[in-house]
């Protein structure tokens, strides 16, 4: 008898039927700034688990640097556009079906070019392939879309049985970002394992100089720490960099992101500064607001960065 040229849903075996059914285990969501997710190398033991060795594949489709800017002398902040196409098949090796998707990636702040590039990369390849993966169900997290709720959202399916399901494994961690990975080769135990959460604000007031907390908000924005921090954070730079001033100062170049000691055009500086807040005006955009995301954007303060940039924002701002 000659096998059919194409699968379908029958094609699957009982078991793996019961694993793409049953909800996801808490254990595997992961939540960040109010959203819930899987990790993408948690997405890769899955379908690898449920289809086999060599039973999915992932194509990259596109990948393409959307930005690549130096925000501050030595800082860089680049952004990729990534597609991917996910395959996955039959335990005897037919393609069973594929599902294409994109994502976008970004790395802020990077004291390194090649880091910057390579974290963005990485980040856009993840997050495409996680959005692939959802199409096969709550194993890979499409009940997260419902508020965040790890209960299963498809339940059945008229194409196949429900046996039981698997039980699932210890808590996901985060994937470690590639800067900070550990070497292979080494017998240290890994510090990151039992980490507790730091305390970037309690770090930052125990600095004595305003280079101590310009490294103590690199760190927390890495990490993703709340704009309510990173407002402090700066806060406590602004202060410790005032100090450290002398009366008539020579203009010096800071490779920080807080408050660079370098004097600005007053007078165009004030009219772009004017421009960028009538125009939040406009838009309903409050001055606090307005100030979080002219940081992240230029990667400073306003009253830190030379009238260009603010002038360029605004542009930014008005093209959008």
Same mark, same amino acid.
């Given at each position: 008898?000659?096998?059919?040229?194409?699968?379908?849903?029958?094609?699957?075996?009982?078991?793996?039927? #019961?694993?793409?059914?049953?909800?996801?285990?808490?254990?595997?969501?992961?939540?960040?700034?109010?959203? *819930?997710?899987?990790?993408?190398?948690?997405?890769?033991? !899955?379908?690898?688990?449920?289809?086999?060795?060599?039973?999915?594949? +992932?194509?990259?489709?596109?990948?393409?640097?959307?930005?690549?800017?130096?925000?501050?002398?030595?800082? !860089?902040?680049?952004?990729?556009?990534?597609?991917?196409?996910?395959?996955?098949?039959?335990?005897?090796?037919?393609?069973? *079906?594929?599902?294409?998707?994109?994502?976008?990636?970004? *790395?802020?702040?990077?004291?390194?070019?090649?880091?910057?590039?390579?974290?963005?990369?990485?980040?856009?390849?993840?997050?495409?392939?996680?959005?692939? #993966?959802?199409?096969?169900?709550?194993?890979?997290?499409?009940?997260?879309?419902? +508020?965040?709720?790890?209960?299963?959202?498809?339940? !059945?399916?008229? #194409?196949?049985?429900?046996?039981?399901?698997?039980?699932?494994?210890?808590?996901?961690?985060?994937? $470690?970002?590639?800067?900070?990975?550990?070497? /292979?080769?080494?017998?240290?135990?890994?510090?990151?394992?039992?980490?507790?959460?730091?305390?970037?604000?309690?770090?930052?007031?125990?600095?004595?100089?305003? +280079?101590?907390? /310009?490294?103590?908000?690199?760190?927390?924005? $890495?990490?993703?720490?709340?704009?309510?921090?990173?407002? #402090?954070?700066?806060?406590?730079?602004?202060?410790?960099?005032?100090?450290?001033?002398?009366?008539?100062?020579?203009?010096?170049?800071?490779?920080?992101?807080?408050?660079?000691?370098?004097?600005?055009?007053?007078?165009?500086?004030?009219?772009?500064?004017?421009?960028?807040?009538?125009?939040?005006?406009?838009?309903?955009?409050? +001055?606090?607001?307005?100030?979080?995301?002219?940081?992240?954007?230029?990667?400073?303060?306003?009253?830190?960065?030379?009238?260009?940039?603010?002038?360029?924002?605004?542009?930014?701002?008005?093209?959008?």
């Amino acid at each position: 008898m000659t096998e059919a040229a194409t699968a379908g849903p029958t094609d699957l075996a009982p078991e793996q039927i #019961a694993t793409l059914l049953a909800p996801i285990n808490p254990n595997r969501v992961q939540h960040l700034r109010g959203q *819930s997710h899987v990790e993408a190398w948690d997405v890769r033991r !899955w379908l690898t688990r449920i289809f086999g060795f060599g039973g999915w594949s +992932d194509e990259t489709l596109e990948l393409v640097c959307v930005s690549e800017r130096e925000i501050n002398p030595g800082r !860089w902040t680049v952004v990729y556009r990534a597609q991917t196409r996910l395959t996955v098949k039959t335990l005897n090796g037919r393609p069973l *079906s594929f599902w294409d998707d994109a994502a976008m990636g970004d *790395s802020r702040n990077q004291p390194s070019l090649g880091d910057a590039h390579d974290m963005a990369m990485k980040t856009a390849l993840s997050q495409a392939l996680k959005r692939c #993966a959802v199409n096969l169900g709550d194993a890979f997290g499409l009940s997260l879309y419902n +508020d965040g709720s790890a209960n299963a959202v498809v339940m !059945w399916s008229a #194409a196949h049985p429900a046996p039981k399901p698997r039980v699932e494994d210890e808590p996901v961690k985060p994937e $470690q970002p590639p800067t900070q990975l550990r070497s /292979v080769q080494t017998d240290e135990p890994d510090p990151w394992a039992a980490a507790p959460p730091r305390n970037f604000l309690a770090e930052a007031e125990q600095c004595t100089t305003a +280079d101590c907390a /310009v490294d103590v908000y690199r760190e927390a924005q $890495q990490a993703g720490a709340d704009d309510s921090v990173l407002k #402090a954070i700066r806060l406590i730079g602004q202060e410790l960099r005032a100090s450290e001033r002398t009366p008539a100062p020579e203009p010096e170049v800071v490779e920080g992101v807080i408050v660079e000691d370098v004097e600005l055009p007053t007078d165009e500086w004030v009219a772009a500064v004017a421009a960028l807040r009538a125009f939040a005006a406009e838009h309903g955009i409050d +001055d606090t607001d307005l100030d979080t995301q002219a940081y992240t954007a230029l990667g400073a303060p306003l009253d830190a960065v030379a009238p260009k940039a603010i002038w360029d924002l605004l542009t930014q701002l008005q093209a959008a």
